[in-house]
Structures are given as C-alpha cells and as structure tokens.
C-alpha cells in the first residue's frame, strides 16, 4: 500500500510501532468483540458456512470429495474439534497437534478453556486471565462466552473434520494432511506473513486472512 510505505519512509520506526499498536488495542478491545468475538450472526452463521464451503471447495479439488461426505464427517469429528478448543485429552487432537494441523497451544482456543493441570500452570503464570470475577459481570458475561466457546469449536470443527477424513479416508500420512489442513481448510492460515505483516494487519485490519483466504 503507498500510504503505509510513505508512512515507513517520513516517520521513525518508533512512531509507526506506537501508531500501530494505539490502533491495534482500539481495534481489539472495543471493535473486534462486537463484530468478531461476541457476534452471534458471526460466530454461528457466518463464519461456519464460509468455513465450510472453502473446505469442500478445497478439498473437493485436492481429493474429489463432495460436500456431503464432508458433512458426514463433520458430524464425526464433534468430539474432536471439542477436544482442541477445551483442551482436554483426545488421541486425534493429540496427532493434530504434533503434526502442526493446528497450533500449538499458546496458538489456539484451547489454552482460554483448560481446566487441568497446564491450565493451573498457564493461570499461574498469568498467562490466562484470572477465573474470579464479580457474579454480576459473570452472568452478563455468561452468553457472549457461550457464543465465543461455540464458535471456536465450530472454527476448530472443518480442521479436525478434514485431517480425520485425509488420514483416515484417504490413507494420508499425518504430516500431509497436516498441511492441506493448515493452509486449505477452514479459516485461512493467519500465521503466514511477510515481513511487515503485523503492522500492515493493524492499518487494514483482516488483511492478512483476506489475502490467505485466495490461496
């Protein structure tokens, strides 16, 4: 974009990094949860539909499946995409974690959710913020993070659907089911980037998922 690369050439990096993180926390604190995070229409509609028809386009061109054989896997993989979010133990989670399907655990849903010994750990070292709150806000709070808890598992479902139809179905080694999952199911594989990919995502926020989501 011209403008952020004049911005770069006339003003030091220091300016640009604070610009970049005033409209970063604007943008995560006040608009992110009403339009992304809290949103009901987001969350269980609009999201799980794109999702699932990126998948079934994907991998219908990959494998030549159709869109009702990754439905049938889908109602299969339930259990498992609950399993990533919740962070509870689950043999196929577990394989699509080592294999990078997913993130790792600092990545992913699953560290907001645990309750188990890691999940002590992380709250130790507070790295999750703290359970106790005031009852009030709690039962405010009660349905937009039911809203958020669905629909990270319902994000997580197409990923957990497809490794399990490619390793399963398919007979696809782990590792190169993996990475059609990384890049071609689902939500498209933000962590790819170049090397001013933060700060351009902070001047025109989703940009980098917009762009991933053509491959």
Do not use: C
């Not at 700060?199 to 980098?208: A, E, K, R, S, Y």
């Amino acid at each position: 974009d011209p403008y952020i690369a004049d911005a770069f050439a006339k003003l030091p990096g220091g300016q640009v990094s604070f610009v970049t993180r005033l409209l970063g926390n604007v943008f995560r604190g006040a608009v992110y949860p009403l339009i992304i995070k809290y949103n009901p229409g987001f969350q269980l509609f609009a999201n799980p539909i794109r999702d699932f028809w990126r998948t079934s386009r994907n991998l219908g061109a990959i494998t030549g499946t159709n869109s009702f054989e990754l439905a049938r896997w889908y109602l299969k993989s339930i259990k498992t995409a609950r399993a990533l979010v919740d962070g509870v133990p689950d043999p196929i989670a577990d394989n699509m974690l080592r294999n990078f399907a997913v993130g790792g655990p600092m990545d992913t849903w699953g560290t907001r959710f645990r309750d188990d010994a890691v999940g002590d750990m992380l709250k130790k070292y507070r790295f999750l913020p703290e359970k106790e709150q005031l009852a009030i806000k709690k039962a405010a709070m009660a349905i937009p993070k039911w809203i958020e808890h669905t629909g990270a598992i319902l994000e997580m479902l197409p990923k957990a659907a497809s490794y399990r139809f490619l390793t399963e179905s398919k007979a696809m080694p782990g590792p190169e089911a993996a990475m059609i999952v990384r890049n071609y199911v689902g939500t498209p594989n933000y962590r790819v980037k170049g090397l001013h990919g933060n700060i351009n995502n902070q001047f025109i926020p989703f940009l980098n998922i917009f762009l991933q989501g053509y491959r």
